[in-house]
C-alpha cells in the first residue's frame, strides 16, 4: 500500500462526488489510490447514504392490500425527520422467510415483486417470519435461508438493513401460545444474524410492547384475525422503533424534505401543491373557522363537526410556515367509510396514464392530546379528476386506542411509483382522510399540518 507522505482530510459536501486524481491540500506519496485513503483512515469522506428506501416483507409490510400495518412511516416521521424516501413495497401477503429469498432478486416490477432494477437504495427495511411461526417451523430450519436473505439484500442496497422483529400472534390461531414462543426463538435468531455484522445490519425489536407477561399478544393492539395489527400497534412499533438510539444514529443528520419557499409550485418548480405554505385564509368549508387559502375541511358521510384556525409557528422553530389546526368536536360512525375530510385542488402539467410516473408526498402534522380511541387512520391520497380514484399508494399513519397523543413533529413521507393500470387525468387533487372507529360528540385534542407538497 501507498503511504501518506503528509496528512490531510479530504471531505465532500453531502451529495457531491469523490473526486479522482490529484488530492487538494497535501502531497500524497506512491501513487495512493481511493482504496489507500479508506484504508489508511487518513482521509474522512462524508458521501451520505441514500435516502431512498424499500420495504420487504409479508402482510405486515404490503401496501397493497389495505393492511399498511409497517410502522415505517411513524418512525421515519419521528425519528428521521422524514427524511428517508421510500420508493418500494414489495411486502406480499403470506410470505415465509424462503418465499421472500426466492423473489429478492426479482425486477420490482415483476408480478411477484423483488427489488432489483430501483437504482440506488440507501436502506431496506424487514419484516419477516410470521408465517415460518404459524407452522411452527423452527428458526434452525430457516436460520440458512435468513442468512441468505440478508445476503441478498446487502447486495440491493448500500446501507444497512433494518430488520423487524416477529410480532406475536393471537389466540385466533391454533397453538398460539406455542406459536408465541417460537416468535420469540426468531427475534433471538435476527438479533444474533444483526450482531454479527452491525456494520450493514440493524435489528430492533419493536413488538417488544405488544407483549403481556407470558410473550402473548397485548390486549387492544390487533386485529380479530389475531395476527395483524391494529393502528394502535403500529403507532406503538413505530414510536418504539423512532426511539431506538442506534436507529437514530442510523437515520439522523439529514436535511429536511419540508419545504417552506413560496415559490415551489408550478410552473417553477415540479411541485403540485398551489399552497403548501398555508398562505391566506378562507371558509372552514363544513368546519366552523378559518382554513388557508384553497384547503377545505369537513366530514365524508354524516355527523362531523369541529373549529379550524391558523396557528403560528412556535418562537424559535427554525421553520416559521403557520400550522392549520383541526379540533373535531363530533364524529360520525356507522362502517359505512365515515371520516374527517381535508380536500384540496393540485396544479400542475398534464397527467397521462404513465406520466408522472410517481410522486412524493411530503406533509408535517403535530398532535395536541389528540384522542385515537376516534380514528383509525389518517390516509393521504392523491385523486385523479378523471378516474375518481387515487393515482398512487397512500401515505398512511395508522393509531387507534390512545386517548391522548402528543407529538411536536411528524414528517410523514411517500414516493411510490404510480398504480398500474393508470388512465389519462383531467387533474389531481388531494384527499385526505381521518377514518373514524366509532361516533363520539365531545373533546378531541387537535392536531395541525404544515408544508404539505405533491412533487412529481
Same mark, same amino acid.
Request: net charge neutral; with cysteine; hydrophobic share 40%.
Given at each position: ?98 418465499d421472500m429469498l426466492a423473489r429478492v432478486n ?41 442468512? @441468505?436473505?440478508? /445476503? #441478498?439484500?446487502? *447486495?440491493?442496497?448500500? =446501507?444497512?438493513?433494518?430488520? +423487524? &422483529? ?75 422503533? @423512532?426511539?431506538? /438510539? #442506534?436507529?437514530? *444514529?442510523?437515520?439522523? =443528520?439529514?436535511?429536511?424534505? +419540508? &419545504? ?51 396557528v403560528a409557528a412556535d418562537v424559535g422553530d ?34 397521462? &396514464? ?103
Open positions: 500500500m501507498a503511504s501518506v507522505v503528509t496528512p490531510l482530510v479530504y471531505r465532500v459536501a453531502s451529495g457531491r462526488p469523490v473526486n479522482a486524481g490529484r488530492w487538494p491540500g497535501g502531497r500524497v506519496g506512491g501513487g495512493i489510490t481511493l482504496a489507500d485513503a479508506v484504508m489508511s483512515g487518513t482521509f474522512a469522506t462524508a458521501v451520505p447514504t441514500s435516502v431512498n428506501t424499500a420495504l420487504m416483507g409479508d402482510s405486515l409490510t404490503t401496501h397493497l392490500l389495505g393492511y399498511n400495518w409497517s410502522p415505517f412511516w411513524w418512525a421515519n416521521g419521528l425519528a428521521a425527520g422524514g427524511a428517508l424516501k421510500l420508493i418500494a413495497n414489495a411486502g406480499i401477503s403470506g410470505n415465509t422467510i424462503g426479482n425486477a420490482y416490477t415483476n408480478a411477484t415483486p423483488g427489488l432489483a432494477g430501483l437504482g440506488t437504495v440507501g436502506r431496506i427495511f424487514l419484516r419477516a417470519g410470521t408465517n415460518d411461526c404459524r407452522s411452527q417451523t423452527p428458526w434452525s430450519s430457516v436460520s440458512s435461508n435468513a442468512s @441468505a436473505l440478508l /445476503t #441478498a439484500l446487502k *447486495a440491493l442496497c448500500t =446501507g444497512r438493513i433494518i430488520i +423487524l &422483529s416477529v410480532p406475536p400472534v393471537g389466540p385466533t390461531e391454533a397453538n398460539y401460545a406455542a406459536i408465541n414462543a417460537v416468535t420469540l426463538t426468531y427475534n433471538t435468531g435476527w438479533a444474533a444474524l444483526a450482531a454479527a455484522d452491525p456494520t450493514r445490519l440493524l435489528f430492533v425489536n419493536d413488538s417488544a410492547n405488544l407483549r403481556d407477561g407470558s410473550g402473548a399478544q397485548l390486549s387492544g393492539y390487533f386485529n380479530g384475525d389475531g395476527i395483524h395489527n391494529d393502528g394502535r400497534a403500529t403507532w406503538r412499533e413505530g414510536v418504539d422503533l @423512532a426511539a431506538d /438510539t #442506534a436507529f437514530i *444514529a442510523e437515520v439522523s =443528520g439529514y436535511p429536511s424534505p +419540508l &419545504s417552506t419557499d413560496a415559490a415551489d409550485i408550478y410552473p417553477a418548480q415540479p411541485q403540485w401543491n398551489p399552497n403548501h405554505v398555508m398562505a391566506g385564509t378562507g371558509g372552514g368549508g363544513g368546519f366552523t373557522g378559518q382554513v388557508a387559502t384553497g384547503y377545505s375541511v369537513g366530514g365524508y358521510g354524516s355527523g362531523f363537526a369541529g373549529t379550524v384556525a391558523k427554525p421553520n416559521q410556515t403557520p400550522w392549520q389546526r383541526v379540533s373535531p368536536t363530533q364524529v360520525g360512525y356507522t362502517g359505512g367509510g365515515e371520516a374527517l375530510l381535508i380536500t384540496a385542488a393540485l396544479s400542475g402539467r398534464a397527467v397521462t &396514464s404513465v406520466d408522472p410516473a410517481g410522486l412524493d408526498i411530503t406533509v408535517e402534522v403535530r398532535f395536541n392530546a389528540f384522542d385515537t380511541t376516534k380514528f383509525k387512520w389518517s390516509r393521504i391520497m392523491i385523486m385523479g379528476g378523471t378516474s375518481s380514484q387515487p393515482i398512487m399508494p397512500d401515505l398512511d399513519l395508522k393509531m387507534g386506542g390512545e386517548s391522548s397523543i402528543t407529538h411536536s413533529s411528524v414528517v410523514a413521507r411517500i414516493a411510490m411509483p404510480r398504480l398500474s393500470g393508470g388512465v389519462s387525468e383531467s387533474g389531481l387533487s388531494l384527499r385526505w382522510e381521518w377514518a373514524t372507529r366509532s361516533a363520539f360528540t365531545g373533546s378531541m385534542g387537535s392536531f395541525d399540518f404544515r408544508c404539505l407538497t405533491v412533487r412529481g
